[in-house]
């Protein structure tokens, strides 16, 4: 079966500091591959997603950026974080567009 | 472009009372359309989905759902709730993009209370 690894769960970080966020699926090849964030009151918001290896497509303007360097790794990563980057990070695959599973998530707080 | 409005930002039941969680979409396209709950700092886990298929869809833990294309609506039921449902409810559109995407559009969720 398939299964959907994502840390760490909680992350705390400074202003100015980098961010990698790490996602991996196991049970599935060339999955499709999707980072979402989830703010207080603003449900889920589709930031990257990925149809293959090193194709990224990016939905919103932001301080982010994602890598995919290998079928079922997808990278969440910044190189200064913003106080509005807080949030919740969730990760998740699909194979069709009958299902999609996500990650228990990261729970991001820039102080 | 699709979107996903969900009535009702909270809604509280009694406990053994019927749940019902509203969910409108619009779609230009034949719409895959879900459900997802979310407890307290974990992901999102599917209860129920329809993709075309019986207009009725039951879930996991009691919950169904039925496709009302005339209304454009999707919503969530479950007769009877239980303390355990208390969560956070998401309904969701799928989007087919064309390059085989899949993304997901979601409603802004529904806090559901259960008061014993």
């Known amino acids: 079966s398939q299964t959907i690894h994502q840390w760490p769960a909680t992350l705390v970080q400074p202003v100015g500091s980098p961010l990698s966020l790490e996602c991996t699926v196991e049970g599935t090849s060339n999955p499709n591959l999707y980072w979402y964030r989830q703010a207080a009151g603003r449900g889920l918001q589709l930031l990257f997603y990925s149809v293959g290896i090193g194709q990224i497509s990016s939905e919103v303007p932001q301080n982010l950026s994602a890598s995919r360097p290998q079928d079922r790794q997808f990278i969440l990563s910044s190189k200064k974080l913003l106080l509005s980057d807080s949030g919740f990070y969730l990760c998740a695959w699909s194979a069709a567009r009958t299902a999609t599973f996500f990650g228990q998530g990261t729970r991001l707080t820039v102080v | ?116």
């Open chain 2, 1 to 116: 472009a699709q979107s996903v409005t969900q009535l009702g930002s909270h809604v509280s039941v009694s406990e053994g009372a019927l749940v019902l969680l509203r969910c409108n979409y619009s779609s230009s396209v034949p719409p895959y359309l879900f459900w997802y709950v979310q407890y307290p700092n974990q992901g999102l886990q599917l209860l129920l989905k329809y993709t075309s298929a019986a207009t009725l869809v039951k879930g996991i833990n009691g919950f169904e759902a039925e496709f009302k294309k005339s209304e454009t609506s999707f919503h969530l039921t479950k007769p009877s709730a239980h303390m355990s449902d208390a969560a956070e409810y998401f309904c969701a559109v799928s989007d087919d993009s064309g390059a085989g995407s899949y993304q997901l559009t979601f409603g802004k969720g529904t806090k559901l209370s259960v008061i014993p």
